[in-house]
């Protein structure tokens, strides 16, 4: 399988904005809902937007507002704009299937927030 790449992260004042991008195999985006994860240090990933086949959309409480999923179909690409970040946003950012069928897990980007 090949693996998702991600890729935008960087550093960002709190208040800040990014936007990340994910390249996935199109076997795995034309099927599944695809969602982004967050793996902050000494904590389990976990999953923080999702977005399906048909457009439906869903956010952890901890980023509803401020971050917003999308998809290109056309270029088998998921993003993550995220804006208002907040320290506790500090992690890194993977994406993939959602669901019990994934793909092989990318290397991550990492986002950090800090002044």
């Known amino acids: 399988q090949v693996p998702l790449v991600e890729s935008g992260g960087g550093l960002v004042q709190p208040g800040g904005s990014l936007r990340l991008s994910c390249a996935a195999s199109?076997?795995?985006?034309?099927?599944?809902?695809m969602g982004w994860y967050r793996q902050a240090p000494g904590k389990q990933r976990e999953l923080v937007a999702v977005?399906?086949?048909?457009?439906?959309?869903n956010y952890a409480d901890s980023v509803k507002g401020r971050f917003t999923i999308s998809r290109d179909n056309a270029k088998n690409t998921v993003y993550l704009q995220m804006d208002s970040l907040k320290s506790e946003d500090t992690a890194v950012y993977y994406c993939?299937?959602?669901?019990?069928?994934?793909?092989?897990w990318g290397q991550g980007t990492q986002v950090t927030v800090s002044s």
């Open positions: 977005i399906t086949t048909d457009g439906r959309l």
């Open positions: 993939n299937a959602v669901g019990p069928t994934k793909g092989s």
């Open positions: 199109g076997s795995i985006f034309s099927i599944y809902a």
